[in-house]
C-alpha cells in the first residue's frame, strides 16, 4: 500500500514539476502554488518515514540470516560432534577386538603348546616313528608289556591298564603301517576288558590313527600267538614274551623285545633282534 501510495505521489509530483517549468508567468494562482508545496513536502515526508522501515527490513533480514546462519552451525557442529562421538566409538570397539584377537590368538597359542607339551610334541613322535619304520609296512604287537602294565594272561583278570604312552605311539603306528594286536588271554574276561580299554582310548575304529577292528586278535596259549603272528607275516613283530621272541627269530624279518624290568633281554646277539625297556624308549 505504502509503495503504491509512494508511486502516485511521485507520478503528481512530476506532472506538476512539468506544468510548472512550462506555464507562462502569472498563470498559477496562490492556491494552485501552496497545494503543490504541501504535495512536494508529503513527498519528502513519506521518503524519509520509508527510509527508516527500509533499514528497518534489511536489519530483520541479516537477524533472520545470522539466526539461519546459527541454526546451520549448530546443526554441522551437532552432526560434527556426533560423527566424531560416532568415529571414537568405532576406534574404540575396533581397539576392542583387536585387543580380544590378540588374546585368543595368544591363548590359542598357548593352548596349542600345552597340548604339545603334554603329549611329548606329537610331531616329534610322527618323525620319529617314520624313521624307525623305514621300509615296514606290517606290524604285529603282543599287547601284554608293550601297550598294558599287565604281563601276563593271569593279570588281565584284574582288569587292563594301558600304559601312559601306548596311546600316541600306537595311533602312530597305525597311520605309518598296517598294524595288528595280539592278546594272550585265558577267557572272554580277558578279551573283554583288553578290548574295553583300547576303545576307551579311542584307539579302535576306522579313521586314521585307530586300529581296525579285525586286527585286534586274541588267542589262549603262546604257541597260538606264534602261529597267528608268522601267518601275518610281519615286517616287525614287538613282543613282552622272551619265549615267543626266541620262537620267532628264525622266521621274522625284524624283532623287537620289550623287556620286563629284571627280566634279560632275549635273543641277544642275533641282527634281527632289538631290544628296549618300553616303546617310547625304543622309539624315542
Known amino acids: 500500500m505504502l509503495q503504491e501510495l509512494k508511486r502516485l505521489l511521485s507520478l503528481y509530483y512530476n506532472k506538476l514539476y512539468n506544468y510548472i517549468l512550462t506555464a507562462p508567468p502569472g498563470s498559477l494562482q496562490l492556491t494552485g502554488v501552496l497545494g503543490l508545496a504541501a504535495l512536494v513536502i508529503a513527498y519528502y515526508q513519506l521518503r524519509r518515514d520509508d527510509a527508516p522501515s527500509s533499514s528497518s527490513s534489511a536489519e530483520q533480514q541479516r537477524q533472520r540470516a545470522q539466526q539461519a546462519a546459527g541454526r546451520y552451525g549448530s546443526g554441522v557442529g551437532a552432526a560434527a560432534a556426533a560423527a566424531g562421538g560416532r568415529l571414537a566409538a568405532g576406534s574404540s570397539a575396533a581397539a ?149 621272541i626266541e620262537d620267532l627269530k628264525r622266521f621274522m624279518p625284524q624283532l623287537l623285545h620289550i623287556v620286563q624290568p629284571g627280566s634279560a633281554a632275549a635273543a641277544q646277539g642275533s641282527p634281527n633282534v632289538a631290544s628296549s625297556s618300553s616303546l617310547q624308549a625304543f622309539f624315542s
Not at 600306537?170 to 594286536?181: F, S
Open 96 to 244: 576392542a577386538a583387536a585387543a580380544k584377537a590378540g588374546a585368543d590368538a595368544a591363548g590359542g597359542a598357548s593352548s596349542s603348546g600345552r597340548q604339545q607339551e603334554l603329549s611329548g610334541d606329537p610331531m616329534s613322535l610322527e618323525r620319529r616313528v617314520r624313521s624307525k619304520l623305514a621300509g615296514i609296512r606290517r606290524v604285529t604287537i603282543s599287547s601284554l608289556g608293550p601297550l598294558t602294565e599287565e604281563w601276563s594272561s593271569t593279570d588281565l583278570q584284574e582288569g587292563a591298564n594301558l600304559r601312559s604312552e601306548a596311546a600316541e605311539l600306537l595311533r602312530e603306528l597305525c597311520a605309518c603301517a598296517d598294524t595288528y594286536i595280539i592278546t594272550q588271554v585265558q577267557d572272554d574276561v580277558g578279551q573283554a576288558v583288553v578290548t574295553g580299554a583300547l576303545e576307551a582310548a579311542g584307539l579302535v575304529g576306522s579313521q586314521p590313527g585307530q586300529l581296525r577292528p579285525h586286527r585286534l586278535l586274541f588267542c589262549s596259549t603262546l604257541d597260538g600267538k606264534v602261529s597267528m603272528v608268522r601267518q601275518i607275516e610281519p615286517d616287525l613283530h614287538i613282543d613282552g614274551s622272551a619265549k615267543t
